[in-house]
T-cell receptor, first 115, second 113 residues
Framework: GDSVTQMEGPVTLSEEAFLTINCTYT??????LFWYVQYPGEGLQLLLK?????DKGSNKGFEATYRKETTSFHLEKGSVQVSDSAVYFC??????????????FGKGTKLSVKP | EAGVAQSPRYKIIEKRQSVAFWCNPI?????LYWYQQILGQGPKLLIQ????????DSQLPKDRFSAERLKGVDSTLKIQPAKLEDSAVYLC???????????FGNGTRLTVT
């Protein structure tokens, strides 16, 4: 079945460091891909998404490119801030047209940014 | 707009007891989801409603879990009887319709002892 694998954490970085969180997926069809973020004490929030190959999702300085050839959707940010400390989840949905029902999540990667 | 509301925030019960969680979605959202998030894992879909009808409950352990969404608004998720492995955070989410962005509540953390 479909699955998502993301790098295990925790990841600890200094402020202004470059961030990469790896995510790869297995899917039978053509899924939409997502990154969700969960800040301490808050619910899951959609960070960015991409619905087809070579699409780049971006938000709040974060970017991820849908790479079909490597079945990857790595999350990157050029300069992290303390406020980016959170748990990041990669997810896919086999529904079409960017539908976000039936999300399949990775295990999450905890990011801690130190001042 | 008000977000997805869930209660209680925390619940501790003994195994074999029953428990119920409540969710109030964002006003006007037709689609409602319940997810289970076990510690160290990503959320897993338990059930999806479209208005008051079930769209997908393939991963709901129906021998002990039940959910309803009467009148197509609020929803309750029940576990009876609870097992130790049911300890998790139960997340409710809603969306305008099946193809729209999901909005998650803060979840209910269940501990079964």
């Amino acid at each position: 079945g479909d699955s998502v694998t993301q790098m295990e954490g925790p990841v600890t970085l200094s402020e202004e460091a470059f961030l990469t969180i790896n995510c790869t997926y297995t899917a039978t069809g053509y899924p939409s891909l997502f990154w969700y973020v969960q800040y301490p004490g808050e619910g899951l929030q959609l960070l960015l998404k991409a619905t087809k190959a070579d699409d780049k999702g971006s938000n709040k300085g974060f970017e991820a490119t849908y790479r079909k050839e490597t079945t990857s959707f790595h999350l990157e940010k050029g300069s992290v801030q303390v406020s980016d400390s959170a748990v990041y989840f990669c997810a896919l949905s086999e529904d079409y047209g960017g539908s976000q029902g039936n999300l399949i999540f990775g295990k999450g990667t905890k990011l801690s940014v130190k001042p | 707009e008000a977000g997805v509301a869930q209660s209680p925030r925390y619940k501790i019960i003994e195994k074999r007891q029953s428990v119920a969680f409540w969710c109030n979605p964002i006003s006007g959202h037709a689609t409602l989801y319940w997810y289970q998030q076990i510690l160290g894992q990503g959320p897993k879909l338990l059930i999806q409603f479209q208005n008051n009808g079930v769209v997908d409950d393939s991963q709901l352990p129906k021998d002990r879990f039940s959910a309803e969404r009467l009148k197509g608004v609020d929803s309750t998720l029940k576990i009876q009887p609870a097992k130790l492995e049911d300890s998790a955070v139960y997340l409710c989410a809603s969306s305008l319709q099946g193809g729209s962005p999901l909005h998650f509540g803060n979840g209910t953390r269940l501990t079964v002892t």
